[in-house]
């Protein structure tokens, strides 16, 4: 997942916070973004891309920790093109490992229920821009 919010292609928009600020950012409670992150096979961004990650978060906790993620996993590979899978749950940043729930599904993942766990495969804190890698484990009809 390239979530990007500098540069080329930018992915990642903050769209509210909590003023007066001059410039809203991850680690300032209330911040909210909009996403539309690419989603491909490897960490590198020029490889196949599977789909889009497409939805909000918002920083949740006062002390900045915690972003809240909503937002759906739409494939674009063919195997499961137009398919997607819904993501909610609390990303704790100061962890290495962190897990969210996959709360349902569409097309081939109908019913999806599960969960993925995530980590930080690059970050760049002076551009704003990281890669996500993301391990999904999902039961559906």
Do not use: C
């Not at 980590?119 to 993301?134: C, E, G, I, S, T």
Request: net charge positive.
């Amino acid at each position: 997942m390239h979530d990007r919010e500098s540069g080329d292609s930018i992915t990642t928009v903050p769209i509210a916070g909590i003023p007066p600020v001059k410039k809203w950012f991850l680690g300032r409670f209330g911040t909210t973004f909009v996403i539309d992150d690419l989603l491909t096979e490897t960490p590198d961004r020029s490889s196949p891309v599977v789909g889009r990650a497409r939805g909000i978060y918002v920083n949740s906790a006062v002390a900045g920790t915690d972003i809240h993620f909503l937002f759906s996993v739409v494939f674009s590979n063919k195997e499961f093109n137009g398919s997607s899978l819904e993501i909610q749950g609390a990303n704790e940043i100061l962890r290495r490992f962190r897990e969210v729930s996959v709360v349902s599904g569409t097309g081939k993942f109908r019913f999806a229920r599960g969960y993925a766990i995530f980590d930080n495969y690059f970050v760049d804190m002076k551009a704003l821009n990281a890669v996500l890698r993301w391990n999904f484990t999902v039961l559906h009809y």
